[in-house]
C-alpha cells in the first residue's frame, strides 16, 4: 500500500493536477520498462493537456481513472467556494501553499448560512487551493485516507498496467468538477486505435445494497445507464471468472462516463470499482477485499472483453 | 393503428432498446421494398450501437425519432429508480422479465417520502427493467396507450418513409434519460451527406396553450431555443400548406434536439410533433386528427425544406 | 462610447441574433480595411449560422465574444418566459416587433407566483422576442444600459482588432441560453489554426471581492475551473503589465467558456473581463476605468500569450 499511500498525499484538485500528472510519468518511465508489455505512453501538453494515456499492445478496451479530487479554493476575506463536492465539517484539517508559503488550516461551517471558511494564522491569497490535510491508516483489513477517490482507480491501473498485454489505460481530469478532459481522451483513442469499450476505474458508495468487504462494484447503472448488452457481457466474465463482486443501482452519482456517454463516438461504457464509506471526506474507507478483488477484475476484463 | 400499436407493446426502456431495434429492422426489410424510394439502411453495432438509419434519396433534412421509454429499474429489496421522469401512481402495472421467468407487478409510491417500490410475489432480481402494461385503447378520435411518447413518433417517420423522396430518418436511443446516440448519429449524418436541417419526430404536451385536435404541434421553443430564422421557414412552410397546426412556447421540456444544439456542427432544428394528455403516464392520450396532421406536415415539410 | 450605445440597441436575444451578425459584418467591412492588419471575415450562414470569425496575421489566441443578451418570449395569453436569466421587476420597458406592428409594453411579475406577463394596448403574437428598452446613459465615469453584457465584450473586440496582429476574434451565439455556437467555432479554429488557447471577451459582476472602478477582472474560476497553469501565465503577463486589473474567484456562474472546456479539444481558457453592477436588469452599470483597463489588457495579452 506504498504506492497508494503516496499517491493520497500529492495535491491535485480539479484543474490542477499537474504534480500527479509528473508523479506518474516518473512512475511508468522508472517501472514501465520492467511490466510484461512496456507501454506507449502518450503524454503531449499541447495535446492532452495534464492527462496520460499508456497504450499496451492492440487495445479493444480503455480504462479510465482520474487523477483529480474534490478540494477548496479561497475566495474573499477568509471564504471558501468547494471544488466539486467535498463532504464538510468544521475543523477539517486542510493544506496548501501560495506565494507566502505553506498552509495547514482547518476548515470551518457556518452552521446558519453553511457558508465554508477557514481558520488560520493569516490571510491566504485569493485563489489559492486547499485540499485535506491526508492522515493514511491500514489495518489488516483496510486502509483509510482522504482520496481514495481516485488514487485507488489509479493504483488500481497502475497495478494493472504490470500485466497487461492489451489494452488503454487514460488518466483524466477534472472529473470531480463537470469534467472536460475525457471528450478529448476518448476522441483521440477512438480515432487511433478504433477502440470504443470503457471501463470506469473509480470509486463508488456504501449503501444498503453495496457493502465493504463484499467485493468488487459493477454498476448497472447511476444517473446515467450504460447499454444494457455490454454490461451484460462484463456481468457474464464476472461471473465465469468467480472473482468476489456485487451489482450496484442507483439513480444518482456520475463518473467520467458522462462524458463518453455524451460524446459524438458509439462508446459502450460501464463502471467498475470498490465502494466506499465516508465518500469526498478526510476519511474515505476501503476494505482490502475488495481491492484485490478490483485488480483481479480488470485483469479478467481486459482479457476477455 | 396497428403498427402502433405494436410499436407501444414492444419494451425498450432507455439503454435496452435492442427488442425495438430488431422489429424496426425487420421492418423495413419487410416493407422497404415496396415504398416509393427504398431506403438505405444503416445499422451497425460497432458504430451506431442499437440505432437505426434510413436514408432517401439525396437528402437535406433529417428526422429523428427516439425508440426508448421511460420505465423503472429494480433497485434493492423492493426499490424502484427512475428511466427519464414516470408518472408514478400507486397501482400502475408495470412488467418485465429476469431470470426467474416473467414479471407482472404494480407500482408503489410512498405517500410520505415518495419512495418507488414495486408489490410482487416474489423478489425481482437487481437491475431489471420494468415498463408500463401497455393498455392499447383506441376510439373513432382518440388512442390511448403508455408509450405513444415516442412510438408513435417512431410510427411517423415510419409512415413518411412510404413516400418519402429525399430524407434521413434517424431513429435514436436514450432521449428519456439524458441522451448519448444522438451526438454520433448526427456526426454521421452531417460528415456523409452534409445534411444540418432537422426536425424532431416526438410528442409533446397538452397546455393551455395547445388543445388535443387543434393539429400537429410546431414548437417555437422549448428549454432551449432554436434559431429563428429556421423555425421562421417552417412555419411559412405549414402555413401555405393548408394543414392543421399549432404553435407552442414553452420554458421547460426538451427533446433530442439538445444533442444537436451542444453538438460541435451548425445543425438547425425543431420540434414538430402532436400534444398528448397524460404525459409519461400509462394512460397517455392523442388525438387522430393531430395524428393525421404530423405525418402530413411531415410530408410537406421534407419535400420543401 | 457611440459604438457602445450602437450596440447596445439592437436587439438580439439567443436564437436571434441575426440583425447583430449583420451591424458586425457591415462594420468590419466598413473599417476592417484600415486597421492595422485587416484580417480575413469567416461568415458562411451553413457552416456558422448567425456567428462571424475575424483572422489576423498567424494567430495563437482566439477571444470568444458573445452577440446574444437575455430578454423573454411571450407564451399564451400574456404570459412571458425567459430568454436566458433576465432580472425581473415589474414596470422593466420591454420592446419587440410582431406581424402587427412594434411594441412598447412593461413587464409584470406576479408577486405571489413570480409569473412573468406583459401590459401593453394588444395582445402579442405567441413566439415573439421582447428585451429591454435601451435607455443608455453615461456620465464622466461611467456608462449604464442594458445588455452591457455582453455588447461591451462585443465592443472590446472591435477595438481589440484596430490594432491586432494576430489572433481570432469569434463572434458567438446562445451563450445567455445554453450555449450551442461555440463547439463548431472551437472545432473550426482548432482544426484550422491548431488554436487552442481562448479568452473569454465578457461582463462579470461586482461582489465583495471585486469593485467598480478597479480594474478589469480575471477570473480564477466560477461554476467551472479553468487548467492552472494557463490562468498563472495570464496573471504573470497581466502583472507584469502593469494594466490594472482584479482577480475573482466565484463558485457560481459560466460563460462560453461551458463549451470549450467540454469540447473534445483541448481548450485552454480564461474569462477576462469588465465587472458591473445591475448584471442582466435594464441598468447594467460599467465603470470606463475598467472598460479602458479590459482593452488594454486585451492588446497586450493577444500579443504575450
Redesign the interface.
Known sequence: MQLLQTLCRIPAP???E?ALTRFILDYVRQHGPAWRQPPLVVHDE?????CVLLVFGQPRTAVFAHLDSIGF?????REL???GGPETETGYRLVGCDSQGDIACTLTVNEETEALGYEFSRDIE??T?LTFACEFRETETTVQSCYLDNRLGVWNALRLAETLEHGIIAFS??EE?????V??L??YIYDTYGV?QALISDITWV???VQLGAGCVIS??D???????YVERIRRIAEASGVPHQ?E???EGGSDAK?L??????W?WCFVGAPEDGVHSPNELIDKHDIASMLQLYQVLLREL
Chains 1, 2, 3 share one sequence.
Open positions: 480539479s484543474g490542477e499537474a499541447a495535446r492532452f493537456q495534464d479554493t479561497v475566495r474573499y476575506g467556494v468547494p471544488i485569493r485563489g487551493s481530469c477534472w468538477h463537470g469534467g472536460g478532459s471528450p478529448y476518448a476522441r470504443r449503501t444498503e445494497g448497472l447503472r444517473s446515467l445507464i450504460p447499454r444494457r448488452g451489482l443501482v442507483e439513480g462524458d456517454q455524451r460524446s459524438d463516438m458509439p459502450d
